[in-house]
C-alpha cells in the first residue's frame, strides 16, 4: 500500500514487446498495488498473520473486497489474515500468472493442495473426470482413496490418442485431467488437440455443463511448456519442483480465467491449504527469477544424458521427449518451446534396463548409485539443483498395484531421473559406473 501515491517506480510501458522474459523473470512484474518497497530491491518477507485494521469500517471493507476481484480489481488490497491474503502470496500469484500467461494465480500449500482445490470448485457429486492412465502417484491416490466417498468418477484411459475422449465422455463429464510430460513415463499429450475436441463437444452444451480442461505441467515448468498458449483452461503446478527449484519449500498453484479467482480464494479460506508465507518469498526470490537459467541448463544437460543412454546395450528403452527416436516427439516439438520458442523437452528422463528380472535389476542399478554415485542421489522429487533419481513402481508411484503398473504405462523396473544442474559429462561418468556395475 503507498502512503504518498506515488508509483514504486517508473518503468516503460512496452516492457512485453522489447524485454525478453529472461529478464522479465528476473525483474518481475514491476509494478504492484500489492505491497508499497519502492527502496527494496529484493521484495521483504512478510510474516504477519494478522494485519492492523485501523477502524472497524475498515475491517468491515476489508472482509467486502475478499474474494471479489472484479468489484475490487483497483483497489489497494485491505490485507486481514494470512488465510485470506498477504503481501508476499499476492506478489508471487501476480508473477505466476505472468510467467504461464494466464489471467489469475491462486497459490496453495503444496501442489496436492492445488490439484485438490481446482478440483473442488469444478466438481461435485455426480460429476465424472476423464485423466490420462499415467498420473503423479498422489493424483491418483487423490482419485482412488477420496472420491469415491463423494461419488465423483474417474475415468482413466490413455490420452496420447485425444479421440478416446467422444468414447468415454458422457452428459456427466466436467473435466479432462492430464500431465504432459506424464509423471514418470514421459507419455506426450497433444494440448491443442484435447482443447479442440474438448470445445467441439462444448459447443452442445450449457454453460454449467461445460468441460474444463486441467493440465499439471509441473514436469516442463513455464519455461518449456506453457498449455494454456493451446487453449488449456487450467494449468496446475508443484512449486516444490522445477519453480521452487532448490528443494526447500513446498508450494502449489493454480493458473487460469480470472472468473475464477473467487472461488479459487474461497476455497483456499476454507479448507485452508494456504501457502506459507516464507516459502512464497523464498520461490518469489530465488525459484522464479532463476527457472529459465535453470531450466535452460537442465534441459541441454538431459538431452546429452539421454543420448548417451540410448546408446548403451544394457539399455532396454530411453523416454525422452528430446530424442529423435521418440515417437511423439512432433507432439513435443508443436508445444515444448521455451519463452523464445527453442525446442525445449524438459529435464526428466525415463528409463529402463535389460533383463529376466526388471525389478531386480532396476534396484541394482539404483542401489548402486545411491551408495556411490556423487553427481546422482536415491530421492525422490524434481527440478532441483541437484541430479535426483527414484523407481516409481516402488516410490512415488507404489500407490499402483503391482498387477495394474502395465495399465497405468508403468514398468516394473523404470528409472525416474531428474536432471540436475551438475555437469552432463559427470553425470554421465556415473551412469557409465553404475551401468558397468551390475
Ligand atoms: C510432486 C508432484 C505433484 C505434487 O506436488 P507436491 O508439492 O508434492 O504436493 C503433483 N504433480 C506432479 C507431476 C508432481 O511431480
Same mark, same amino acid.
Given at each position: 500500500?503507498?502512503?504518498?501515491?506515488?508509483?514504486?517506480?517508473?518503468?516503460?510501458?512496452?516492457?512485453?514487446?522489447?524485454?525478453?522474459?529472461?529478464?522479465?523473470?528476473?525483474?518481475?512484474?514491476?509494478?504492484?498495488?500489492?505491497?508499497?518497497?519502492?527502496?527494496?530491491?529484493?521484495?521483504?518477507?512478510?510474516?504477519?498473520?494478522?494485519?492492523?485494521?485501523?477502524?472497524?469500517?475498515?475491517?468491515?471493507?476489508?472482509?467486502?473486497?475478499?474474494?471479489?476481484?472484479?468489484?475490487?480489481?483497483?483497489?489497494?488490497?485491505?490485507?486481514?489474515?494470512?488465510?485470506?491474503?498477504?503481501?508476499?502470496?499476492?506478489?508471487?500469484?501476480?508473477?505466476?500468472?505472468?510467467?504461464?500467461?494466464?489471467?489469475?494465480?491462486?497459490?496453495?500449500?503444496?501442489?496436492?493442495?492445488?490439484?485438490?482445490?481446482?478440483?473442488?470448485?469444478?466438481?461435485?457429486?455426480?460429476?465424472?473426470?476423464?485423466?490420462?492412465?499415467?498420473?503423479?502417484?498422489?493424483?491418483?491416490?487423490?482419485?482412488?482413496?477420496?472420491?469415491?466417498?463423494?461419488?465423483?468418477?474417474?475415468?482413466?484411459?490413455?490420452?496420447?490418442?485425444?479421440?478416446?475422449?467422444?468414447?468415454?465422455?458422457?452428459? +456427466?463429464?466436467?473435466?479432462?485431467?492430464?500431465?504432459?510430460?506424464?509423471?514418470?513415463?514421459?507419455?506426450?499429450?497433444?494440448?491443442?488437440?484435447?482443447?479442440?475436441?474438448?470445445?467441439?463437444?462444448?459447443?452442445?452444451?450449457?454453460?454449467?455443463?461445460?468441460?474444463?480442461?486441467?493440465?499439471?505441467?509441473?514436469?516442463?515448468?513455464?519455461?518449456?511448456?506453457?498449455?494454456?498458449?493451446?487453449?488449456?483452461?487450467?494449468?496446475?503446478?508443484?512449486?516444490?519442483?522445477?519453480?521452487?527449484?532448490?528443494?526447500?519449500?513446498?508450494?502449489?498453484?493454480?493458473?487460469?480465467?480470472?472468473?475464477?479467482?473467487?472461488?479459487?480464494?474461497?476455497?483456499? +479460506?476454507?479448507?485452508?491449504?494456504?501457502?506459507?508465507?516464507?516459502?512464497?518469498?523464498?520461490?518469489?526470490?530465488?525459484?522464479?527469477?532463476?527457472?529459465?537459467?535453470?531450466?535452460?541448463?537442465?534441459?541441454?544437460?538431459?538431452?546429452?544424458?539421454?543420448?548417451?543412454?540410448?546408446?548403451?546395450?544394457?539399455?532396454?528403452?530411453?523416454?525422452?521427449?528430446?530424442?529423435?527416436?521418440?515417437?511423439?516427439?512432433?507432439?513435443?516439438?508443436?508445444?515444448?518451446?521455451?519463452?523464445?520458442?527453442?525446442?525445449?523437452?524438459?529435464?526428466?528422463?525415463?528409463?529402463?534396463?535389460?533383463?529376466?528380472?526388471?525389478?531386480?535389476?532396476?534396484?541394482?542399478?539404483?542401489?548402486?548409485?545411491?551408495?556411490?554415485?556423487?553427481?546422482?542421489?536415491?530421492?525422490?522429487?524434481?527440478?532441483?539443483?541437484?541430479?535426483?533419481?527414484?523407481?516409481?513402481?516402488?516410490?512415488?508411484?507404489?500407490?499402483?498395484?503391482?498387477?495394474?503398473?502395465?495399465?497405468?504405462?508403468?514398468?516394473?523396473?523404470?528409472?525416474?531421473?531428474?536432471?540436475?544442474?551438475?555437469?552432463?559429462?559427470?553425470?554421465?561418468?556415473?551412469?557409465?559406473?553404475?551401468?558397468?556395475?551390475?
Amino acid at each position: 500500500m503507498k502512503k504518498d501515491g506515488k508509483k514504486t517506480k517508473s518503468i516503460p510501458t512496452n516492457v512485453e514487446e522489447n524485454y525478453s522474459m529472461d529478464s522479465r523473470l528476473i525483474n518481475g512484474k514491476n509494478i504492484t498495488n500489492k505491497w508499497d518497497y519502492s527502496h527494496h530491491v529484493t521484495a521483504p518477507i512478510s510474516s504477519s498473520t494478522t494485519f492492523r485494521l485501523d477502524s472497524v469500517n475498515r475491517g468491515a471493507q476489508g472482509f467486502m473486497q475478499f474474494a471479489h476481484t472484479k468489484e475490487f480489481k483497483h483497489t489497494d488490497p485491505i490485507y486481514i489474515y494470512d488465510r485470506l491474503g498477504e503481501p508476499n502470496k499476492d506478489i508471487l500469484e501476480e508473477n505466476l500468472a505472468y510467467v504461464e500467461k494466464g489471467e489469475t494465480a491462486v497459490s496453495f500449500s503444496s501442489g496436492m493442495g492445488a490439484i485438490s482445490a481446482v478440483l473442488g470448485v469444478l466438481t461435485k457429486s455426480g460429476d465424472e473426470i476423464i485423466t490420462h492412465r499415467t498420473l503423479y502417484g498422489c493424483t491418483i491416490s487423490l482419485f482412488n482413496n477420496w472420491y469415491p466417498r463423494y461419488n465423483i468418477g474417474i475415468v482413466p484411459v490413455d490420452l496420447t490418442d485425444p479421440k478416446t475422449i467422444k468414447q468415454v465422455v458422457t452428459e +456427466k463429464t466436467r473435466v479432462i485431467y492430464f500431465e504432459t510430460p506424464a509423471n514418470p513415463n514421459l507419455d506426450l499429450i497433444d494440448l491443442k488437440e484435447i482443447s479442440s475436441i474438448v470445445k467441439e463437444i462444448n459447443k452442445n452444451r450449457n454453460e454449467d455443463q461445460k468441460i474444463v480442461t486441467i493440465v499439471d505441467n509441473t514436469f516442463a515448468t513455464p519455461f518449456c511448456q506453457r498449455p494454456l498458449e493451446f487453449g488449456i483452461d487450467f494449468v496446475v503446478h508443484s512449486l516444490t519442483k522445477g519453480i521452487g527449484g532448490f528443494g526447500t519449500d513446498m508450494g502449489g498453484v493454480v493458473i487460469g480465467p480470472e472468473k475464477y479467482r473467487d472461488i479459487l480464494l474461497l476455497y483456499r +479460506k476454507d479448507f485452508g491449504a494456504v501457502l506459507n508465507t516464507k516459502s512464497a518469498w523464498a520461490i518469489l526470490t530465488y525459484g522464479l527469477p532463476t527457472v529459465a537459467l535453470r531450466q535452460r541448463r537442465q534441459v541441454e544437460t538431459a538431452q546429452k544424458v539421454a543420448e548417451f543412454l540410448e546408446k548403451q546395450p544394457k539399455v532396454k528403452f530411453v523416454n525422452y521427449p528430446g530424442l529423435k527416436s521418440n515417437k511423439n516427439q512432433k507432439i513435443a516439438k508443436k508445444q515444448m518451446r521455451d519463452f523464445d520458442g527453442n525446442f525445449a523437452p524438459g529435464s526428466m528422463i525415463y528409463f529402463a534396463l535389460k533383463g529376466d528380472d526388471p525389478r531386480r535389476i532396476g534396484a541394482k542399478f539404483m542401489d548402486w548409485i545411491a551408495d556411490n554415485a556423487y553427481t546422482m542421489t536415491l530421492a525422490v522429487s524434481l527440478g532441483h539443483t541437484r541430479t535426483l533419481i527414484e523407481h516409481p513402481a516402488s516410490m512415488t508411484h507404489s500407490v499402483v498395484p503391482p498387477e495394474n503398473l502395465e495399465k497405468r504405462g508403468l514398468d516394473l523396473g523404470g528409472v525416474r531421473l531428474a536432471v540436475g544442474l551438475e555437469s552432463a559429462e559427470d553425470i554421465i561418468k556415473d551412469l557409465k559406473l553404475a551401468l558397468k556395475n551390475i
